[in-house]
């Protein structure tokens, strides 16, 4: 349950899309590494708040109590601890693993493929952060999936309208994860699941009410920079300051159009420090389809400064951002829309076939096939001593190859081969 196999026109798809963000982590200069499926346990417990029940544990094998990995920012600090490294930008495409209820129709496995892409290292606030969101912007823009907002926001401001609307320290990351359901569910229950749940007091959730329901740019942080209360926090002052750079980052980069800062947006994650961001995908208006695909997020990361400093024995901290791209539901969505156009996707590279129209030439076709794999061209053949010339064609068209070559006992005796476009049917000798 919630795991799939891909055939080859999903696979084909996969890599294609893949490909797109692979060559965009590079054109930014990220280098990639590889990390186990399994980690310890106790590498992954305590870093995903209330996520934490998702991981998948492992029965003690060998004297280790292990998991599978529930995401690639934990194996990532881990790796820059062990291997003492300070300063890093990295991608990683691998597979990770959630012990979730699978709702596959969203693009929701236990089994699926994460790409990410971090910074590590102590620079100039905002610039990196800035290039996270710039990223974000060219995939999203490259795939051409429809319009799409990248939703920004600060753990610190967040931690700061917590304290001055009156909630305890030790309930804001409970609070977090709250505030995280307003882009599902209306104030009303959030509101209710604070008082109910999570202990707040009915007039501090109002309070917080009053902020995270806003949303603008950066007319919205201008005035809460002036805000009487906020303005005294410290935490959600330096969090408003650095939004401000980030935007003027981001107006140099040419994207404001498609940035919102959110003050709804909390990221549930324990680990997020600072600037935090999502790409949500506005409905998907398709003639095609009567159910538009409903997918929300797909893309979403931030800062966290402290993770590093968590596996370090001496607690030396390496600030961290980075974006991970939620490719399973990207996938979802050209998955259906190739399925939607009829549009039927090559699944093999092949450049050419070899063939025959006559009988007893297998041996002719086995030595042209091996010069032409030896010069490094894609090429087939069909698995039988005398197939019909006929077969082989229609074994073109229905793969999509699109060149045979052609030899014959007149072609052998001439020293030549005929090579065909089987779209156009035309052959010329050569």
């Not at 055939?7 to 890599?15: F, N, S, T, V, Y």
């Not at 304290?163 to 409970?174: H, Q, R, T, Y």
């Not at 997020?297 to 800062?303: H, I």
Request: hydrophobic share 40%; charged share 30%; with cysteine.
């Amino acid at each position: 349950q919630g795991t799939r196999d891909h055939p080859p026109a999903q696979a084909a798809l996969r890599e294609r899309l893949l490909s797109a963000v692979v060559s965009c982590f590079k054109r930014h200069g990220a280098a990639a590494i590889d990390t186990p499926v399994l980690e310890l346990r106790e590498t992954l417990m305590g870093k995903y708040g209330e996520d934490t029940k998702l991981i998948y544990e492992l029965q003690d094998q060998g004297g280790e109590l292990l998991a599978l990995r529930y995401d690639l920012t934990v194996p990532f600090a881990r790796y820059l601890v062990m291997n003492k490294v300070t300063n890093m930008k990295r991608y990683h495409v691998a597979k990770v693993y959630r012990r979730d209820n699978p709702a596959t129709t969203r693009g929701r496995y236990r089994e699926f493929y994460q790409c990410d892409f971090d910074i590590a290292g102590q620079y100039d606030p905002m610039i990196p952060d800035a290039e996270c969101l710039k990223i974000v912007h060219e995939i999203l823009s490259d795939l051409q999936l429809g319009d799409f907002v990248i939703k920004v926001n600060d753990r610190r401001i967040l931690n700061g309208v917590f304290a001055v609307c009156g909630v305890p320290e030790s309930k804001f990351i409970p609070a977090c994860s709250t505030v995280d359901k307003l882009d599902k569910v209306p104030w009303e229950e959030v509101r209710s699941e604070m008082v109910g749940e999570k202990g707040l007091s009915p007039e501090a959730a109002d309070h917080i009410g009053e902020y995270v329901q806003l949303h603008g740019g950066l007319d919205l942080i201008e005035r809460l920079l002036q805000d009487p209360k906020l303005s005294q926090n410290k935490l959600a002052k330096e969090g408003l300051e650095d939004m401000k750079l980030l935007f003027e980052y981001l107006t140099l980069f040419g994207i404001t159009g498609k940035i919102s800062f959110d003050l709804s947006l909390a990221r549930g994650l324990d680990y997020y420090t600072g600037v935090i961001f999502e790409a949500v995908l506005l409905h998907q208006e398709n003639e095609h389809v009567e159910e538009p695909v409903s997918v929300g997020s797909v893309a979403g990361g931030g800062r966290y400064d402290g993770l590093v400093g968590m596996f370090d024995p001496k607690g030396r901290k390496v600030p961290c951002v980075g974006v991970s791209i939620g490719i399973e539901r990207i996938f979802s969505i050209l998955e259906q829309r190739l399925e939607a156009s009829g549009e039927k996707l090559r699944t093999t590279e092949t450049q050419v076939l070899v063939a025959t129209p006559q009988k007893h030439l297998l041996a002719a076709r086995l030595k042209l096939i091996s010069e032409l794999w030896d010069a490094g061209i894609k090429a087939e053949m069909l698995y039988k001593k005398n197939p019909k010339l006929l077969k082989q064609l229609q074994y073109c068209e229905d793969t999509g190859i699109p060149l045979a070559v052609i030899v014959g006992e007149q072609e052998l005796a001439d020293g030549v081969v005929k090579l065909r476009d089987v779209a156009t049917r035309e052959e010329v000798r050569m």
